[in-house]
């Protein structure tokens, strides 16, 4: 069931995102992130641009806004997952 829900909530941001949008995603969560990759890239109106495993050590951190919880999770040394996508 949740697989149907993320694949509305992809299509219903589609239709509601600028052209030149993106969606951005981070996690700790790797079962999470793992599903959401699978989901974008088995959809045939995403691109994946960016994509990490370990977000704050990779050429994606410059300009990351770090949250409360991406704070509490990189000071415990969990790597944090972020992908972003486009139209």
């Excluded at 239709?15 to 995603?25: E, K």
């Excluded at 300009?63 to 790597?79: C, D, H, L, Q, R």
Aim: hydrophobic residues 30%.
């Amino acid at each position: 069931q949740s697989g149907y829900r993320k694949k509305d909530a992809l299509n219903t941001a589609y239709t509601i995102l600028n052209p030149d949008g993106y969606i951005q995603f981070k996690t700790d969560n790797r079962d999470l992130f793992d599903f959401s990759v699978e989901t974008a890239e088995n959809s045939p109106i995403w691109n994946i641009k960016e994509l990490t495993y370990d977000l704050h050590h990779s050429e994606f951190l410059e300009g990351n806004i770090m949250t409360e919880y991406e704070s509490k999770f990189v000071a415990e040394g969990k790597p944090i997952c972020r992908f972003v996508l486009s139209r």
